[in-house]
């Protein structure tokens, strides 16, 4: 609920800020991506750090299998952030007036997008809890992992919102190919990050 409260009062923030101007294509994609980035960063930390503060995360490690906590964790995860992004976009795009020249691609990317971010930030969130850390500082730890993620979108987002914009389908592989990784990664050393004392 935080993040969905979160995105929208953003939204509104930057459109009333803004007073009607026309933004150009790239501020319109680093804006878009921005919210979604932090938006993403207050809720989906919070997908192991409460199973610490609850003290429940004794109870997953006895009666369940590590790679069956990290699968569910990042299915609820890629669930959540596919629910904020289908509410902040429709606002987005009506509240910023933007104009959308290839809806198909811009669908696919931040689809994409925001199943990339919400792969890799799973795995962080497991660390950032096993550490004793607070979700404020995950936010700071896992941006580096996540700016080619956002790079990458902003970059394909601005093609499918210009005129004359070339949508490549190698940033939609690369978003692709970068969640696969991370998916493959995280799957392999979860269990020596969730039962590690």
């Known amino acids: 609920m935080v993040m969905f409260s979160f995105a929208v009062i953003a939204t509104l923030a930057i459109s009333l800020s803004i007073g009607g101007i026309p933004l150009s294509p790239i501020v319109q994609s680093v804006l878009f991506w921005i919210i979604m980035f932090f ?100 936010t700071v730890i896992s941006f580096p992992l996540v700016l080619p993620i956002l790079w990458i979108a902003i970059s394909a987002t601005r093609a499918t919102l210009e005129v004359r914009g070339r949508f490549e389908l190698n940033n939609l592989y690369f978003l692709l190919a970068f969640s696969g990784v991370m998916i493959a990664l995280s799957y392999i050393l979860f269990e020596y990050i969730w039962l590690d004392e």
């Open 39 to 138: 938006c993403g960063m207050s809720g989906l930390a919070h997908v192991f750090v409460r199973e610490e503060e609850q003290d429940t995360s004794l109870f997953l490690r006895i009666h369940s299998q590590p790679e069956t906590v990290y699968l569910s964790k990042v299915i609820f995860n890629i669930l959540v952030f596919f629910l904020l992004q289908m509410a902040i976009t429709p606002l987005y795009i009506f509240l910023l007036q933007v104009e959308i020249r290839m809806i198909s691609a811009f669908i696919m990317i931040v689809i994409a997008g925001g199943l990339s971010i919400s792969t890799t930030v799973t795995i962080l969130a497991a660390i950032i809890a096993k550490a004793g850390g607070k979700s404020s500082l995950f």
